[in-house]
């Protein structure tokens, strides 16, 4: 074991602009969660369409900042709006978290007064049509092709590591300013608001509060914050297409939520960082196994292939499997600490149940 | 009404036939779950600043009627006023805001927070519930939010639940909860507050604790209307007894007079008069 030395990583190719990027993707990813925190974590809304949000931002942030497509050889859409960068990444992301928002409201409001588990079916259900829409509209979305000239703010202006690191810094800023924003919101008499909802639903009527609006105000805020990241994310990417935006997208966040800690905005950033630093470091998992063997003392690299030895040989072999841990790990830690990491056993003592 | 008889009597019998329409008042109510007639045009009224029982045998429609009163149910046909004006299409919360609150037969507490924040949840008005202004009116916020919690403690004290202010209200007791409940619904400050067995599964020191004071806030003023199946509690604390039996109601008067209404003790009260 004391011969795995960080050199070996250090050697893999891209190390660092990698490390950044698995950081700047959690980063936003933190943004996803916390939004889903605001739904299910302080709501009890079970939103299983959280990636619709994601992809109404990150759509909207694309149509107001690419080139019209005169611009683009082969472009089926008709709209780009082509604001100038970085001046553009203000407004851009605004409107981002507003269409997602706005999307999320509309998504509520007609599925706002069912029961918690069907809540959960509609989600799922109305994120799929948004879905197709996006990948049919072809004359706003460019269809399957996507928008692909999603300018990078500032990108022009500097080397490409350079700007890694300033937008990585640029998404931590926006993630520290929405976690302090939520976390007053959460904190304040309509966060309490937001808690008896999810506590029970009729006792909160009784006691005078109009509980389809509150909903609709969490699914509101919820949504815009995924939007929000949904903007961050085209801007880093530099674009935009359908097959980004997969129902594995709204998993993944509820797995960052569940482990982090359900009503925890802590929790929910913890989470995504645990989830997604794990996703995209095991992408490699196939490279840092060939540095070991490479690495390690003959005797050790031939027991290392003999014990890997009855595993099946097959390229998306190992791709699979992590998947495979993050669903045992989501077993293990809600048969043993249903909480997640930074949550608090009485807060979910009754969350997600009917009146 | 054992405290002061002679403003109970006035209650009961004089202001009554004086004053308008009472304060609650249900009207001919049908209420239907497929084939079962669960309210059948069920009719009273509850007098202001009466302590009212409502009785009758299990599955009589009680929980049901209270229900359709606060919204939670419409009714298929027939009535609700509250002071006069119609409520029986409107929802729950509106109801609410117009000064009528309730419990549950089952306390539907919110188990998985505090016992002060159940309490402080509950009162009205609060300008950080909306979240702009939960946001930038930080001194406004503020300033309610130290009103209510003055509030609240006083709540605490007059329940006697100031020792558990800080608990999850999810580590209550059976009994515990239904103060908590009635706490709740004193916070938010209604003029007539329907309780559905306040008593039941409260130990009997307790309950004895919670009749004074239901006496003490109906002394303020409140108006009470409570199911109970205590038949000793009914005819000595009520001013007025409404008996519900297969969802119609039998009789309503004062405990004395549908004591020995023959029907109701054919129905119902069986040997109550040998209690
Ligand atoms: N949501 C419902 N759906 C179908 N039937 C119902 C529903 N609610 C109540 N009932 C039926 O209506 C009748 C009256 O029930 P209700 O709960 O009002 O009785 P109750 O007088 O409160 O009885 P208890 O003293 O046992 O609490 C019962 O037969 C019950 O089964
Ligand atoms: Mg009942």
Same mark, same amino acid.
């Given at each position: 074991m004391g011969v795995f030395t960080p050199t070996a990583l250090l050697s893999l190719p891209g190390w660092g602009s990698f490390l950044l990027t698995v950081l700047t993707i959690a980063g936003i990813y933190s943004l996803l969660t916390l939004g889903l925190n605001i739904h299910y974590g302080y709501t009890g809304l079970i939103n299983f369409g959280h990636v619709a949000f994601f992809a109404a931002g990150a759509y909207t942030a694309a149509l107001l900042t690419v080139p019209p497509p005169a611009q683009v050889s082969g472009a089926e859409y008709v709209f780009g709006l082509n604001l100038p960068m970085p001046l553009g990444l203000p407004i851009s992301l605004v409107a981002a978290a507003v269409v997602g928002g706005l999307l999320a409201t509309l998504i509520g409001a007609t599925s706002v007064r069912l029961g918690s588990h069907y809540l959960a079916v509609a989600t799922f259900a109305l994120a799929g049509i948004f879905g197709s829409v996006l990948e049919n509209e072809a004359w706003l979305t460019n269809g399957s092709f996507g928008l692909n000239s999603v300018p990078k703010p500032g990108r022009a202006a500097m080397s490409a590591d350079t700007w890694a690191v300033a937008y990585f810094v640029f998404v931590v800023v926006v993630l520290v300013v929405v976690a302090f924003v939520l976390s007053r919101l959460t904190g304040s008499p309509f966060g309490r608001l937001l808690k008896g909802v999810r506590e029970s639903e009729d006792a909160a009527q009784m006691l005078g509060k109009n509980t389809i609006r509150v909903k609709l105000t969490s699914f509101a805020i919820g949504g815009a914050v995924a939007g929000l990241a949904g903007g961050l994310y085209a801007h880093y990417v530099g674009s935009v297409v359908v097959q980004q935006f997969v129902p594995a997208v709204t998993f993944t966040v509820w797995a960052a939520l569940l482990l982090g800690g359900v009503a925890s905005n802590t929790g929910a950033v913890f989470g995504a960082f645990l989830l997604v630093g794990f996703r995209e470091s095991t992408r490699f998992l196939t490279n840092i196994y060939d540095s070991l063997l490479a690495s390690l003392p003959t005797v050790a690299a031939d027991a290392l292939r003999l014990a890997v030895e009855p595993l099946p040989d097959h390229a998306s072999f190992v791709p699979s499997l992590r998947f495979v841990v993050i669903g045992l790990l989501i077993v293990l830690v809600i048969r043993y600490r249903p909480e997640g990491v930074f949550g608090d056993p009485n807060e979910i003592d009754a969350i997600g149940e009917e009146d | 009404m054992s405290r002061d008889s002679s403003e109970s009597d006035a209650a009961a019998g004089v202001t009554r036939s004086d004053s308008d329409a009472p304060l609650l008042e249900v009207d001919d109510v049908v209420k239907r779950f497929g084939g079962l007639t *669960?309210?059948?045009?069920a009719s009273f009224g509850v007098e202001a600043e009466s302590i009212t029982g409502l009785i009758g045998p299990n599955g009589a429609g009680k929980s049901t009627l209270f229900n359709c009163v606060t919204g939670m149910l419409t009714p298929d046909s027939g009535a609700v006023r509250l002071a006069g004006e @119609?409520?029986? @299409?409107?929802p729950p919360n509106r109801i609410a805001q117009r000064g009528l609150g309730r419990t549950f037969q089952t306390p539907k507490i919110f188990r998985g927070m505090s016992v002060r924040e159940n309490l402080a949840? *509950? *009162?009205? %008005?609060?300008? %950080?519930?909306?979240p702009i202004s939960a946001l930038v009116r930080p001194g406004t916020v503020g300033s309610e939010e130290a009103d209510i919690r003055e509030r609240v403690d006083d709540t605490l004290a007059f329940l006697s639940l100031d020792h558990l202010a800080e608990e999850y209200a999810s580590g209550l007791s059976g009994g515990q909860r239904k103060l908590l409940e009635l706490g709740r619904v004193l916070m938010l400050d209604p003029e007539i507050i329907l309780l559905d067995e306040p008593m039941a599964g409260v130990n009997p020191s307790l309950a004895d604790d919670l009749l004074d004071r239901l006496h003490e806030l109906n002394d303020r003023g409140r108006t009470i209307l409570l199911i109970e199946h205590d038949m000793d509690l009914v005819m000595n604390h009520c001013d007025r007894v409404v008996v519900l039996h297969n969802g119609q109601t039998l009789a309503s008067g004062p405990p004395s007079i549908v004591q020995e209404d023959e029907r109701v003790v054919e129905a119902y009260l069986g040997g109550f008069e040998n209690a």
């Open positions: - | *669960a309210i059948d045009h @119609d409520v029986q @299409d409107l949840f *509950a *009162a009205r %008005g609060q300008t %950080g519930e909306r």
